[in-house]
C-alpha cells in the first residue's frame, strides 16, 4: 500500500520513534514487536533494520541492558552505535538460547538442529559479562527473561548437565578444569542463591555441596591463578588467554580461573546461618554498582605489566574482616595428592575455624601526571622502582627484608642493595570519602600488615599483592608459635560487597610441589 496513508509517507525521524517504541514496549527479552513493523514493506525494512540503521538498535541496546561499566571501561568513542546493535544482537540471541534450554544438557545440545547455535564457551562468556557490567538490568534479562538460574543449575547438578561435572564424579574423575566450567562457575556465584541448597551429614558425591566441595579443596586440580602462583611477575607467554568478540571488536581474554568462585559457592553453602561469605544475590546494591565488578573485568584483561589498580581497588583491603577458614583430615589430604579420586575428599570431615583479620594497607606511590586528586601524598621521584619479587612462601618479599611499621606508614629495606623505600598508610574511609569515583593510578607496590585471632590463638599478618593481577599472598605466623606459620592466598572478588578468598597451604613443603591446603572466607565487618 503506497496511498497518502501509507506508513511510506511517514518520516524517517517518526519512523524511528515509532520503531523505538515498538522494540522497547517490554523491557524483558529481545525487541521482538518491532518485527512486524520491519515486514510491513521492502522500503521500511531498508531503513529500520539492524544492518542499516544502527543508531535505532543502540538505543534499544541501552533501553534493555547496562551501559555505565562498559562507557568507562571502553570509551564512548569505541562503543559506536554499530558496536552497541552489534552486541544487541548477540545477547538477544544469548537469551533465547537461554530461554528455551538450548545448552545447558548434553542431551539438549545434540538435540539442537537450529540455525542459531552456539558455542558454549561464547554464551557464558556473554553471561558473564552481562553480570560484570551488571547494575540492574543486565541481571533482570539474564533471570527473569532467560531464566539463568535455572539453566545454571541444569549444567552444573543434572546428570547430563553440560558441564559434565556429575559425569566425571561418578566415574571417579574430576571436573574438567575447562573454560566452559571456569565461566560457569563465575556465573553460578553470582546468581547463587543459598536458600535453594540444602546441606547435611550425608550429602552423596553428586549433590550440588559436594561437587563444589572437590572443586573447593581440590588444590592440585584446580589453582587460584591463570599464571604459577610461584612467580611474582609473570611472563607474557605464560598467560592464557582466548579470543572471543565483544562490542563488535575481536579481543583477547584471560580466563578467570574456577577455583575463587567454587571456594566461594562451597563456603556460602556450609555457612548459610552466617552469611559468610556474602553472595553478590544477597548484597545490597552499592552506592556505584557499575564499578563493583572492576577487579573481576581488570583481571581478564591482565598483562604481565599491569597497574595493581586495574586489578584490585587501591585501599580496598583496610579494615576490619571477619570470616573462617576450613582444614581436612591430613591424611585424607595426602591420599588426595597421591592420586586418590575426588570421593576421598568429598566424604572427609571439613573442621572450621572462624577467624577475625585487621588489616592495614600501605602503599609505593609515584607523582601523579594527571595531578590526582586522591588524597595520598606521592613521592618526589617521578619513577620509583618497587621492591623486587621474592619467596612466594613468604609472600613474595626477598629474603632478609625488614620491615618497619609506623603510624603513617612503612619503611621497607631491600636486602640486596640496602635500598630503602617508604610505604605510605591508606585509609579506606578516607578514600572514599575524597574520591568515590576514582582509583589511584600512582600506585607502584601495595603491602599488608595486620594482626588476627582465631580459636588456634592470636598471629600476625603481612603481605604482598601481585600487581599484574591482585592477587593477595598473606602470610600468618602465630605468635606463639606453636601453630607454625601460613599462607594465605586468594582474591577480593568485588568491591563495595567484597569477599576476601582463596586457599592457605602449608609453608613447610616446597613451592613448586603441592602442599596441605585448606580454603578460607572473609567479608568485611558490618
Request: proline fraction near 6%.
Amino acid at each position: 500500500m503506497n496511498g497518502p496513508l501509507s506508513l511510506s509517507t511517514v518520516p524517517q525521524e517518526v519512523l524511528e520513534h515509532i520503531a523505538y517504541f515498538a522494540g522497547t514496549d517490554t523491557f524483558l527479552g529481545p525487541p521482538s514487536s518491532i518485527v512486524p513493523l520491519l515486514l510491513t514493506n521492502r522500503q521500511i525494512h531498508a531503513s529500520l533494520s539492524i544492518a542499516t540503521n544502527h543508531h535505532l538498535y543502540a538505543r534499544i541496546f541501552a533501553h534493555k541492558f547496562d551501559t555505565a561499566a562498559p562507557r568507562a571501561r571502553f570509551g564512548d568513542f569505541n562503543l559506536t552505535a554499530y558496536a552497541l546493535a552489534d552486541e544487541l544482537r548477540r545477547r538477544c540471541s544469548v537469551l533465547r538460547r537461554l530461554c528455551r534450554r538450548r545448552d545447558s544438557t548434553t542431551h539438549a545440545r545434540r538435540a539442537d538442529g537450529t540455525e542459531d547455535k552456539m558455542a558454549l564457551q561464547d554464551m557464558l562468556f556473554t553471561a558473564y559479562i552481562l553480570l560484570v557490567e551488571n547494575e540492574g538490568k543486565n541481571k533482570r534479562q539474564l533471570v527473569e527473561y532467560g531464566r539463568m538460574r535455572e539453566w545454571i543449575n541444569e549444567f552444573w547438578f543434572d546428570p547430563h548437565g553440560s558441564s559434565l561435572a556429575i559425569y566425571n564424579i561418578r566415574i571417579g574423575q574430576w571436573p574438567l578444569n575447562r573454560i566452559e566450567n571456569a565461566l560457569g562457575m563465575w556465573v553460578f556465584w553470582f546468581l547463587l542463591d543459598t536458600s535453594g541448597y540444602s546441606v547435611g551429614n550425608n550429602d552423596s558425591i553428586d549433590s550440588p555441596v559436594s561437587i563444589l566441595k572437590a572443586m573447593a579443596l581440590g588444590a592440585h586440580k584446580f589453582p587460584l591463578t591463570s599464571t604459577s602462583w610461584t612467580e611474582f611477575e609473570p611472563k607474557l607467554n605464560r598467560i592464557p588467554t582466548f579470543t572471543t568478540t565483544l562490542y563488535s571488536e575481536t579481543m583477547e581474554f584471560t580466563p578467570p580461573p574456577l577455583a575463587t568462585p567454587a571456594i566461594l559457592s562451597f563456603l556460602a553453602l556450609i555457612n548459610k546461618k552466617r552469611c559468610i561469605p556474602l553472595p553478590p544475590s544477597d548484597a545490597p546494591l552499592p552506592e556505584y554498582p557499575f564499578q563493583e565488578w572492576d577487579s573481576e573485568w581488570g583481571r581478564c584483561t591482565a598483562k604481565p605489566i599491569n597497574p595493581v589498580s586495574n586489578c584490585l581497588q587501591p585501599g580496598s583491603i583496610e579494615g576490619v574482616w571477619e570470616g573462617f577458614f576450613t582444614y581436612t583430615e591430613f591424611t585424607a589430604y595426602a591420599a588426595l595428592l597421591a592420586g586418590a579420586s575426588p570421593p576421598v575428599i568429598q566424604k572427609s570431615v571439613v573442621g572450621r575455624h572462624q577467624q577475625t583479620w585487621k588489616l592495614r594497607e600501605h602503599h609505593l606511590v609515584v607523582n601523579d601526571p594527571a595531578d590526582s586528586d586522591s588524597g595520598i601524598d606521592v613521592t618526589e621521584s617521578d619513577r620509583v622502582t618497587p621492591l623486587r619479587g621474592g619467596d612466594p612462601l613468604r609472600s613474595y618479599f626477598p629474603t632478609g627484608t625488614q620491615i618497619i611499621e609506623r603510624r603513617d606508614g612503612l619503611r621497607v629495606q631491600n636486602p640486596a642493595n640496602d635500598q630503602e623505600f617508604t610505604y605510605q598508610r591508606h585509609s579506606f574511609s578516607d578514600m572514599h570519602k575524597q574520591n568515590a569515583h576514582q582509583t589511584d593510578v600512582t600506585v607502584q607496590d601495595i603491602i599488608i600488615t595486620g594482626e588476627g585471632h582465631s580459636a588456634w590463638g592470636q598471629f600476625n599478618i603481612v603481605g604482598r599483592v601481585r600487581s599484574c593481577d591482585g592477587f593477595i599472598s598473606l602470610s600468618k605466623d602465630y605468635v606463639d608459635g606453636d601453630r607454625g606459620k601460613w599462607l594465605y592466598r586468594g582474591y577480593l572478588v568485588g568491591n563495595a560487597n567484597g569477599n576476601l578468598a582463596g586457599r592457605w597451604r602449608d609453608t613447610l613443603s616446597p613451592s613448586e610441589v603441592a602442599g596441605y591446603e585448606g580454603c578460607f572466607g572473609m567479608s568485611r565487618r558490618r
